[in-house]
């Protein structure tokens, strides 16, 4: 990717990209894929809100993984129409690292070619089954102030907060609030009290909710509104 810094990894048990800079792996080692649905999916009420037109966005886009788990159930729900994703991501992996990445996820991985193409392609823009991606790169706290949208359903997943602070900041968590649709929803693995307490002051109803494998909580919440009509 021109002018974007890509990742150093070092690659835990040959499988999990674990980035350098934050030594933090990019997915749980208790089975990302599963994580992803748990977190992700059924923290943001997912599948069963997804319809034409309904926009996802994350935070920290990664190896891709979120994406093709989303891909995966939408196409499940057998639903006409198109999603929308959208993805703020600071460290772009090189197409190489991210196909290493998802072999370990053969379902993820059967569907990740045109995701791999444009990266390698330097594409920000593309499409994958069922739905429309869109990669903004930069530093979030610069790119989602100047994101001219609004997100149905977000992914917060920008590393642990203890490993990367500047993805949890309470001025950050105000813009996701400001980039969500009334009734939109977010969902995050952390349980820690500083990030329940900014999307809380942000405007979100935050709820606690059983974590994955292990891990006692993760995070929810809705902001208040009705849906916009898809
Ligand atoms: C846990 S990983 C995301 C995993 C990913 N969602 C997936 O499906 O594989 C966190 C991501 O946040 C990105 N990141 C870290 N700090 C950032 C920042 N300030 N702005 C944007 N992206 C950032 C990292 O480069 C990394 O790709």
């Not at 045109?114 to 610069?142: N, S, Y």
Request: proline share 8%; glycine share 10%; net charge negative.
């Amino acid at each position: 990717m021109p002018n974007e810094p890509q990742p150093e990894l070092d690659w835990k048990d040959g499988v999990i990209p674990v980035a350098r800079a934050f030594d933090d792996p990019y997915f749980s080692l208790a089975g990302g894929f599963q994580e992803t649905r748990h977190v992700f999916l059924s923290g943001n009420g997912l599948p069963d809100r997804l319809c034409d037109g309904f926009h996802v966005a994350e935070l920290g886009f990664g190896t891709g993984l979120n994406l093709l788990t989303l891909a995966l159930a939408w196409a499940q729900t057998g639903r006409p129409g198109q999603l929308r994703f959208t993805t703020f991501e600071a460290f772009p992996m090189a197409a190489e690292d991210m196909a290493r990445a998802l072999a370990a996820f053969p379902e993820a991985a059967a569907i990740a070619a045109p995701l791999i193409d444009a990266r390698r392609a330097g594409k920000t823009e593309f499409t994958l089954p069922g739905i429309a991606v869109r990669i903004l790169l930069g530093d979030a706290r610069d790119t989602l102030p100047r994101w001219e949208d609004r997100a149905d359903a977000w992914f917060l997943d920008g590393f642990s907060p203890a490993k990367n602070p500047q993805m949890w900041g309470e001025d950050l968590m105000a813009e996701v609030a400001r980039h969500t649709a009334p009734g939109g929803s977010f969902a995050t693995y952390t349980a820690a009290g500083h990030v329940r307490r900014a999307l809380a002051a942000a405007g979100f109803a935050v709820e606690r909710a059983p974590g994955f494998a292990g891990k006692r909580h993760m995070t929810k919440g809705r902001l208040a509104g009705a849906p916009e009509p898809a």
